[in-house]
T-cell receptor, first 113, second 115 residues
Framework: GENVEQHPSTLSVQEGDSAVIKCTYS??????FPWYKQELGKRPQLIID?????GEKKDQRIAVTLNKTAKHFSLHITETQPEDSAVYFC????????????FGAGTQVVVTP | ETGVTQTPRHLVMGMTNKKSLKCEQH?????MYWYKQSAKKPLELMFV???????ENNSVPSRFSPECPNSSHLFLHLHTLQPEDSALYLC??????????????FGEGSRLTVL
């Protein structure tokens, strides 16, 4: 089955700097890669996703890149703000897995003013 | 406000107790899920239901028993749990199913502590 590795496990950045979180996956058939943000005590919420037919997707200050050959994808947050502090989870979905999203272990991002 | 509601939000139970977690979604989605969230570990999928039929069971111990009476409600029945079962249990729903699930909408979770 699919296996997703996520790094780093914690990330501290100064407000205004960029943050990058990287994930690798094992199943080359995986074709859907969402990112979820979970603030302290809150539910995980989708912030951006990418499908395997594109290499990059942007939404304001966040972007995701996908390298299918290397089987890794990354989340980029620019101009970080204190409200970006949260745990971020990457995930991958293989087409034959029947909705079984495989999540990474999460990255705790702390943005310091 | 939320499309997916879970009750109770907190539950403390002894190892011999029987309790149930409830999830309700008001989004008209076709698929519902139970996930287990433990500290510093990936979200673990426990069960997937599509149109009330269970389609995925990730080798979850039988002390966890799901029930999906209709497409809007999902239960997780708990019996003779172990302390290591203490975790946040998240319910989710999605508009799609199978290979095209779309976005997962999570509930706030039920924090379970097993003494």
């Amino acid at each position: 089955g699919e296996n997703v590795e996520q790094h780093p496990s914690t990330l501290s950045v100064q407000e205004g700097d960029s943050a990058v979180i990287k994930c690798t996956y094992s199943d080359s058939a995986s074709n859907y890669f969402p990112w979820y943000k979970q603030e302290l005590g809150k539910r995980p919420q989708l912030i951006i996703d990418i499908r395997s037919n594109v290499g990059e997707k942007k939404d304001q200050r966040i972007a995701v890149t996908l390298n299918k050959t290397a089987k890794h994808f990354s989340l980029h947050i620019t101009e970080t703000q204190p409200e970006d502090s949260a745990v971020y989870f990457c995930a991958a979905l293989a087409p034959d897995s029947w909705g079984k999203l495989q999540f990474g272990a999460g990255t705790q991002v702390v943005v310091t003013p | 406000e939320t499309g997916v509601t879970q009750t109770p939000r907190h539950l403390v139970m002894g190892m011999t107790n029987k309790k149930s977690l409830k999830c309700e979604q008001h989004l008209g989605h076709n698929a519902m899920y139970w996930y287990k969230q433990s500290a510093k570990k990936p979200l673990e999928l426990m069960f997937v239901y599509s149109l009330e039929e269970r389609v995925e069971n990730n080798s979850v111990p039988s002390r966890f028993s799901p029930e999906c009476p209709n497409s809007s409600h999902l239960f997780l029945h708990l019996h003779t749990l172990q302390p290591e079962d203490s975790a946040l249990y998240l319910c989710a729903s999605s508009p799609g199913q199978g290979a095209v699930i779309g976005e997962l909408f999570f509930g706030e979770g039920s924090r379970l502590t097993v003494l």
